[in-house]
C-alpha cells in the first residue's frame, strides 16, 4: 500500500485548497492527406454561450485560453475544406488539452453542397484506410471497466473480438488464431508489446505501453488498406502522443498494479519530451488475497517520445519501449502435499521486448511528404520446466531459450495532387537475426532432445502503392497493392486492395472491401528440425494466405446514436497442416509457441459472418456500446472433413457503458463515473479427453478423431470500474477501483488429466480480481 499512500501525499502537497476553474486548449490544424498547416482555420468553442473562437496562425496552431473544465465542442471551420466537430473534449486541471485536427478538402461540384463532417469514433485516424477500421481514444483504453490502459483488453468491447483468457489480452478476431494480428507503431512494425508473452504470441498478460504515451490509434478487423501488409486478422496502428511543448506536466499513478511515473516538457526550439516508467509487481494482489497463482511475477517498462522540430520543413521524432517481465513458480518440497501434478513443478519464465526507432518527416511542399523511419526491435522469451519426482529430485520437462532482433528501415511518400487525387507509396526492408533453441522430453530416453536448434539472419522486404480517389463528396474509392518478399526460402506474394465507400446521404452510408493478404510464419517454425537427422523440416514452408471480403452499412441515428452492420467472408489457404495424416495438428488453432511437427502448406479455411454495433458518443456525460457478433470459422483437415476452428465460439456479445456525474458537495470540483462492462460468449471449441490413454500414459491424450467437437459452459464475466476526479488549483486527481469478473463468475480455462489425482481435472480461469489506483496530474 505504500505506493498508494505516496501518491496521496504528494497530491496534498499540490492541491491548493483554491479552486482553479480553467485551462488552455491548444493544437494544430492540417490537412488530412498531405499534413500541410492551415493558416486562417476558425476554432470555435461553441459549448459556451456566448461562444468563443480564435483562429490559427501562419503554422496551422491555436490557442484558446481560459476554458472552463469539463467536456467541451469545438467546431472547426475553413475556406474549401468541410467543417468538422470534436465533441467531448475533456478539460481538466491538471494538463493542457493538445489537439492534432485535420480537415478534408471540400470537392467543388457544380451544385451547392452543405457539408458537415462530425469527428466521429467510428471513422479511422488513418484517412487512407477504408472498412472494417475504427479509432479507438486513449480515453477508451482508461475509462472502459478492467482495460486498465490496455489496448488488447479495451478490444474485447467491439464486434468481432473475443478474448482467449481472462488472465491475458490475448484476442481472437473474426474467428483467427491471435497470432495473426500485426503491431504497428509510428507506421512501424513492432514485436509484440505485451508483458508475459510467448514466443510467437500476439498479446501477453498487460500491455507495455502506458495510456500516458499513447493518443487516438487505429483497429482494423479485416480487408487492410494496402500500407498494411503480414498480417491475416487484424492491424493495431497506434501512434503516439507528443509532449506538452510549452510547460513541464508530471503524472503519477500508483496502486495494486504498482507504480507509474510520466513526465513532459519542452526541450529545443518548439520540440518536446515525454517520458513514462513502469514498476509493478502482482504479488501484492496475492498478499489481499486475490488468488492469482504463487508465482512470484513482476514486471517494469520504460517509454518515451522526443519530438525535434529542425526547421519549418522537417522533423525528428526519437521514440521507443523497453519491457521487462518475469514469473518464479517453485515447487512444493513435501511430496505429503502433493494433491496436484502441479505442484511438483519448477518453473522459470522470462518474456523481454523493446523496439527504439527514429523518425524523419521532410515536408516537401503544401502537398507532398516523406516520412522515413530507421527502427531496431528486440525479443526475448524463455521457459525452463523441472519435475520433481518422488525423491524430490529435479527432473528437466522442457526448457526454451528465443532470441530475436530486428532493424527495419521504411520511407514512405505521399503526395496530394488535388481534393480528389491522393496516394501514398513505400517500401519497408526488414532484416532479422534469429537465435531459437528448444528441447522436449523424449518419451523413449526420458531426456531433453533438440526440436529446434537455429541462429542465423534473413531479411524481409514489403513494398506498397495506395490511391485515394475522391469521386465526389458522397463517393470514395481506396485502391493499390501490397508486395510481401521472405528471402530465407525466396517465398513471396502480391496482393491487390480496394474499398469503396457511398454515402447515401449526410447520415449514411455503404462500404464494401476486398483485400488479399499474407503473412510469414513465426520465424522458429522454419527450423523445427528432425529428431534423429537434426534435419529442418519446415524450412520451406511458404506465406498463410487469404483472401478478405467485407459489406457494410453505417448509419448515424442522431447526433449521438450510431448504429453498424458489417458482414465478411475470410477465405484462407496454404495454412501449415502436419504431413503426418494421423496428427491433427494445424496453425488454424495454435495460441502461441513454436510448431515443431513437420508441415506442409495444405490448409484451407473459411470464416464468415454477421456484426452489429449500437454506439452512443457521449452524450449528458453518459456512453455506451453494445456488439454483437454470429459467425462461423471452418477448415479443412488433413482427412478431408470440414472441422471446427479452437476459436470458433459462434457467437459473442458485449456491453459497455459509462456515465459521470459531478458531485460538487462544499464547493469541491469532482465528477464520479460509472463503468460497466458484460462479455458474454460461447466458449471456444475444445477436444474431448481419452481418460483410458490418458492413464496408460499418466499424460493428457484427447481424442484426435473428435477434434473441437465440444465446448464448455457459456463465457461470461462482468467487470466495473468506480472512479472520482477532482480539479484543484493546478492538478487533477483520480481515485479509481477497476473490478475484473465483478460476480467472481467461475469460467473454465480448460480440462487436462492429472496424473497424481488419477483423473480429468478442470482448470478455470481467474476470479475476482480488483485493481485500486490513484493518479495525479499536474
Known amino acids: 500500500m505504500r505506493p498508494l ?19 488552455n486548449v491548444r493544437g494544430q490544424v492540417v490537412d488530412d492527406i498531405s499534413q500541410a498547416p492551415l493558416p486562417g482555420a476558425v476554432v470555435m468553442l461553441i459549448s459556451l454561450d456566448p461562444q468563443r473562437h480564435v483562429s490559427t496562425d501562419v503554422d496551422g496552431f491555436f490557442n484558446m485560453q481560459q476554458v472552463p473544465l469539463g467536456r467541451h465542442e469545438l467546431k472547426i471551420k475553413m475556406m474549401g475544406y468541410e467543417e468538422a466537430t470534436m465533441s467531448n473534449v475533456l478539460v481538466t486541471a491538471g494538463k493542457e488539452v493538445v489537439l492534432m485536427i485535420r480537415l478534408t478538402e471540400t470537392i467543388v461540384t457544380t451544385a451547392e453542397v452543405n457539408i458537415q463532417a462530425n469527428e466521429r469514433k467510428e471513422e479511422s485516424v488513418n484517412t487512407m484506410t477504408g472498412v472494417s477500421t475504427r479509432a479507438f481514444s486513449v480515453e477508451e483504453t482508461q475509462k472502459f471497466a478492467a482495460a486498465i490502459n490496455d489496448p488488447g483488453r479495451m478490444a474485447m468491447s467491439y464486434a468481432g473480438v473475443v478474448g482467449g483468457s481472462d488472465g491475458s489480452n490475448l484476442i481472437s478476431i473474426r474467428g483467427n488464431a491471435p497470432n495473426g494480428l500485426l503491431w504497428r507503431m509510428e507506421g512501424a512494425d513492432i514485436p509484440n508489446p505485451n508483458h508475459f508473452a510467448s514466443s510467437a504470441s500476439s498479446g501477453g498478460g498487460i500491455s507495455i505501453l502506458s495510456a500516458q504515451l499513447l493518443d487516438n490509434s487505429d483497429f482494423s478487423t479485416g480487408a487492410f488498406s494496402a500500407e498494411y501488409g503480414n498480417a491475416l486478422s487484424g492491424v493495431f496502428d497506434l501512434k503516439l502522443r507528443k509532449g506538452n511543448n510549452q510547460k513541464r506536466e508530471v503524472t503519477l499513478q500508483a496502486g495494486f498494479l504498482g507504480l507509474d511515473a510520466a513526465v513532459e516538457g519542452p526541450v529545443g526550439n518548439g520540440g518536446s519530451y515525454l517520458i513514462n516508467y513502469r514498476y509493478s509487481t502482482l504479488t501484492l494482489l496475492g498478499k489481499l488475497g486475490v488468488p492469482i497463482g504463487d508465482e512470484l511475477t513482476n514486471f517494469q517498462d520504460l517509454a518515451y517520445n522526443i519530438f525535434l522540430p529542425t526547421n519549418g520543413k522537417s522533423s525528428y521524432e526519437f521514440y521507443g519501449f523497453s519491457g521487462r517481465s518475469s514469473s518464479l513458480s517453485a515447487a512444493e518440497k513435501d511430496s505429503t502435499k502433493w494433491e496436484n501434478d502441479w505442484q511438483r513443478l519448477d518453473g ?44 524430490l529430485k529435479a527432473i528437466p520437462q522442457y526448457e526454451n531459450a528465443d532470441r530475436n532482433g530486428r532493424f527495419m528501415l521504411s520511407s514512405v511518400f505521399n503526395y496530394k495532387w488535388n481534393a480528389k487525387h491522393s496516394g501514398r507509396f513505400g517500401g519497408y526492408v526488414n532484416a532479422f537475426a534469429y537465435d531459437t533453441r528448444e528441447l522436449l522430453i523424449d518419451s523413449v530416453s526420458d531426456e531433453l532432445k533438440y526440436s529446434i536448434n537455429a541462429r542465423g539472419n534473413t531479411y524481409t522486404w514489403q513494398a506498397f502503392a495506395q490511391m485515394k480517389y475522391r469521386a465526389s463528396n458522397k463517393t470514395t474509392i481506396l485502391y493499390g497493392a501490397h508486395a510481401l518478399a521472405l528471402a530465407l526460402n525466396r517465398s513471396w506474394s502480391v496482393e491487390p486492395r480496394v474499398s469503396i465507400r457511398q454515402k447515401i446521404n449526410q447520415n449514411s452510408s455503404v462500404s464494401m472491401g476486398y483485400g488479399l493478404h499474407s503473412q510469414i510464419q513465426p520465424m522458429g517454425m522454419y527450423f523445427a528440425q528432425d529428431p534423429l537427422t537434426g534435419k529442418r523440416i519446415n524450412q520451406s514452408l511458404k506465406l498463410s494466405k487469404s483472401h478478405h471480403f467485407v459489406i457494410a452499412y453505417d448509419r448515424l441515428l442522431n447526433e449521438f446514436l450510431h448504429v453498424k452492420m458489417e458482414a465478411y467472408y475470410q477465405y484462407l489457404f496454404d495454412i501449415p497442416m502436419a504431413v503426418n495424416a494421423s496428427s491433427s495438428l494445424a496453425a488454424f488453432n495454435v495460441v502461441e509457441n513454436y510448431i515443431t511437427e513437420e508441415m506442409a502448406n495444405t490448409g484451407i479455411g473459411r470464416n464468415k459472418g454477421i456484426e452489429v454495433t449500437l454506439e452512443q458518443f457521449t452524450h449528458r456525460d453518459m456512453y455506451f456500446l453494445l456488439s454483437l457478433s454470429l459467425y462461423d470459422a471452418k477448415y479443412k483437415a488433413t482427412d478431408g472433413a470440414w472441422r471446427n476452428t479452437r476459436f470458433n465460439a459462434n457467437s459473442s456479445a458485449s456491453f459497455t457503458a459509462g456515465k459521470e456525474m459531478d458531485w460538487n458537495r462544499r464547493g469541491k470540483n469532482r465528477v464520479v463515473g460509472f463503468n460497466l462492462r458484460v462479455l458474454f460468449n460461447d466458449s471456444m471449441r475444445t477436444t474431448p479427453i481419452d481418460a483410458v490413454a490418458s492413464a496408460q500414459q499418466q499424460s493428457t491424450v484427447v481424442h484426435e478423431d473428435q477434434l473441437f467437437t465440444t465446448k464448455a459452459k457459456e463465457y461470461f464475466r462482468i467487470d466495473t470500474r468506480v472512479s472520482v476526479r477532482r480539479n484543484y488549483a493546478k492538478a487533477t486527481t483520480t481515485l479509481a477501483l477497476d473490478i475484473q469478473n465483478t460476480s467472481n463468475h467461475k469460467n473454465e480455462q480448460g480440462r487436462y488429466y492429472d496424473p497424481t489425482t488419477q483423473k480429468v481435472e478442470v482448470a478455470y480461469q481467474v476470479p475476482l480480481i480488483p485493481v485500486l489506483s490513484y493518479k495525479v496530474e499536474f
Open 5 to 23: 499512500f505516496f501518491c496521496v501525499f504528494i497530491s496534498l502537497l499540490i492541491a491548493a485548497q483554491s479552486i482553479g476553474q480553467v485551462q
Open 348 to 391: 522459470k519464465f522470462y518474456s523481454n521486448s523493446g523496439a527504439y526507432g527514429v523518425k524523419h518527416i521532410l515536408s516537401i511542399n503544401e502537398k507532398a511528404y516523406v516520412q522515413s523511419t530507421l527502427l531496431y526491435s528486440q525479443t526475448y522469451n524463455a521457459y525452463k520446466e523441472d519435475r520433481l519426482n518422488d525423491e
